[in-house]
């Protein structure tokens, strides 16, 4: 597991020609865990980031100057919902995804208003959302679906 941090890293606006490397990266993020559940399909991962692709709610990752990852934080009823998240595996486990998390969670809780997210069963991702204080809503044997409650402004997060 890496220890050191990625220093240099930033947010910037999807746009529609990033959509190949997100799907890429998915298809390689998703795939040990996919694959445990018996659930890979080469190209049904790729298609299902490409079918619900909204780039206005999407940001890319780059790391010292290279694409590493993307987040998408879309509206969605009474609050958001957080979707493709991923990043690079080199790059996981150094604290970006952990201060990007905390950071996007900030905002939603500046406008009060709860996030969603379903994470497979077994992923180890989902340590990473409970330690930023999503909490179980209901599971199926693929999916945990968690919800994140607003916190008050001076409640802290651990990350």
Known sequence: MPTSTVQAWSLRPATAEDLDVMAELRAVVMRPDLERLGRYDEHRVRQRLRDSYVPEHTSVVEADGAFAGC????????????????????????????????????????????VRLQV??????????????????????????????????????TS
């Open 120 to 157: 497979l069963q077994g992923s180890d991702a989902r340590r990473l959302y409970e330690r930023h204080g999503f909490v179980l809503e209901r599971e199926d044997a693929v999916d945990v679906y968690m919800v994140r409650a607003p916190r008050d402004r001076g409640m802290p997060v």
């Open 71 to 114: 987040v998408t934080l879309r509206p969605f009823e009474d609050g958001r919902v957080l979707e493709n998240f991923y990043l690079d595996p080199a790059l996981q486990g150094r604290g970006i995804g952990g201060a990007l998390l905390a950071g996007l969670l900030a905002c939603t809780d500046t406008e009060g208003v709860p």
